[in-house]
C-alpha cells in the first residue's frame, strides 16, 4: 500500500504530495547535494513514561535505513495524507508496540492519568508543535538531516507492550537521571531526537500518582 505524505514549504504552505520512500530520497538528495533541506512532512512524537516518571525508550530495528539499532524517543511516525496529527499518533501507539491509548485536553489530563487504569490505557495529552531537525544516521554511517513539522505529545502507561511490526527490537526505561548519565556515557547508543525532548521537555518527566482503582457501586 502506498503512504503518501503533504509536502509543505519552509514557510509551511502546502506545495504538494509524494510517496513516502520517494520523498525521504528526494530529502537525502538535496540534503547532500546543497547542506540542507527546503522541504517538510508532517510528523508526531510521543514521550511515555510509567506511573513512576521513568521513561520508554524503543530501539530501533537493525532492519531501518536510518538509526538502525539505536534507542530512540518511545514513538515517531508520518503523518499520511488525510490523516490528523492525533490520529496518526494513535494508530503508532497500536502499530509500532501495541499501545491502546487515547489523548484528552489538557485540562483533563492530571485527572485521567490518575483515575485511569494505566495498565490497561495510556494517557496522552499535546504538547507543542514545532519545527525541528532530527539528524539520521545511514547504513554507510553518512549523516542527514531531515526537517519535519512536529506535533509533540507525552503521556503515561503501565501496560503491556508487545512488538506488532519491525520498526523496534526492545525497550528500556530509564529514569531521567539514569537516561542523562547513558548519555554522557554511551552518546552514540542514542538518537539527537532523545537529547532534543531532554531540552524542550524535561519538566515534563516526573512521576503522577494513581489515586486507586475505579470502584463500581450499585
Known amino acids: 500500500m502506498v503512504e503518501l505524505l503533504e ?3 519552509e514557510e509551511g504552505e502546502l506545495i504538494g504530495e509524494m510517496e513516502k520512500n520517494k520523498f525521504h530520497q528526494t530529502q537525502k538528495e538535496e ?28 530501539r530501533r530495528s537493525k532492519w531501518k535505513g536510518d538509526n538502525a539499532g539505536m534507542w530512540d ?4 511516525g508520518h503523518v499520511t495524507k488525510g490523516d490528523s496529527f492525533d490520529l496518526t499518533m494513535l494508530k503508532e501507539c497500536a502499530e509500532e508496540l501495541g499501545i491502546p491509548a487515547t489523548i484528552v485536553d489538557k485540562s483533563e489530563f ?4 490518575t483515575t485511569t487504569d494505566l495498565h490497561v490505557l495510556g494517557i496522552l495529552k499535546k504538547l507543542s508543535y514545532l519545527d525541528c531537525d532530527s539528524s539520521r544516521k545511514q547504513k554507510d554511517g553518512k549523516i542527514w538531516v531531515e526537517p519535519s513539522l512536529v506535533q509533540f505529545y507525552m503521556g503515561y502507561y503501565d ?7 519491525k520498526e523496534s527490537c526492545g525497550i528500556q526505561v530509564f529514569s531521567l537521571d539514569e537516561l542523562k548519565e547513558e548519555l554522557k556515557e554511551n552518546p552514540n547508543a542514542f538518537t539527537d531526537d532523545v537529547r532534543y525532548i531532554l531540552e524542550k521537555f524535561e519538566n ?10 475505579h470502584v463500581l457501586s450499585d
Not at 524517543?73 to 515517531?76: E, L, R, S, V
Not at 501496560?159 to 511490526?165: A, E, K, N
Request: no cysteine.
Open 110 to 113: 492530571e485527572n485521567s492519568a
Open 7 to 9: 509536502i509543505y514549504s
Open 73 to 76: 524517543k518511545t514513538i515517531g
Open 159 to 165: 501496560g503491556t507492550i508487545r512488538f506488532v511490526d
Open 31 to 58: 540534503f547532500f547535494e546543497k547542506g540542507e533541506v527546503t522541504t517538510r512532512h508532517k510528523a508526531v512524537r510521543l514521550i511515555l513514561m510509567n506511573s513512576n516518571g521513568r521513561i520508554i525508550l524503543q
Open 204 to 213: 515534563y518527566i516526573k512521576p503522577i500518582k494513581p489515586k486507586g482503582p
